[in-house]
Nanobody, 125 residues
Framework: QVQVVESGGGLVQAGGSLRLSCAAS????????MGWFRQAPGKEREFVAY????????NYADSVKGRFTISRDNAKNTMYLQMNSLKPEDTAVYYC??????????????????WGQGTQVTVST
């Protein structure tokens, strides 16, 4: 059984930074592409960032490009999202997810089959 657990959310002022972590177990971690998504109140879940199993390919939503960095440590079965220059519009519940397949950049939530419970990120003005 695959388990995915996020941590690291919290309250931060605009312009600040946070680092989210995602620990996964139950599947060969290094073979699994993974991603970060977020969902703000009243809005649909949206893609934030993608990383391939080996970590050599990454992809970002335009809204976070240049501010967020996705990375992974396969020895620790953990993925990270470093978020800098945070804006109030980044406020959302952030989810990590395990991809269904490799070889493609996965930007759609339907291409992920295991999800964490989410961690709240709140950016104040």
């Amino acid at each position: 059984q695959v388990q995915v657990v996020e941590s690291g959310g919290g309250l931060v002022q605009a312009g600040g930074s946070l680092r989210l972590s995602c620990a996964a177990s139950g599947r060969t971690f290094s073979r699994s592409a993974m991603g970060w998504f977020r969902q703000a109140p009243g809005k649909e879940r949206e893609f934030v960032a993608y990383i391939s199993g080996s970590g050599d390919i990454t992809n970002y939503a335009d809204s976070v490009k240049g501010r967020f960095t996705i990375s992974r440590d396969n020895a620790k079965n953990t993925m990270y999202l470093q978020m800098n220059s945070l804006k109030p519009e980044d406020t959302a519940v952030y989810y990590c997810a395990v991809g269904k397949r490799s070889g493609l950049i996965l930007r759609s939530a339907s291409l992920y089959d295991y999800w964490g419970q989410g961690t709240q990120v709140t950016v104040s003005t």
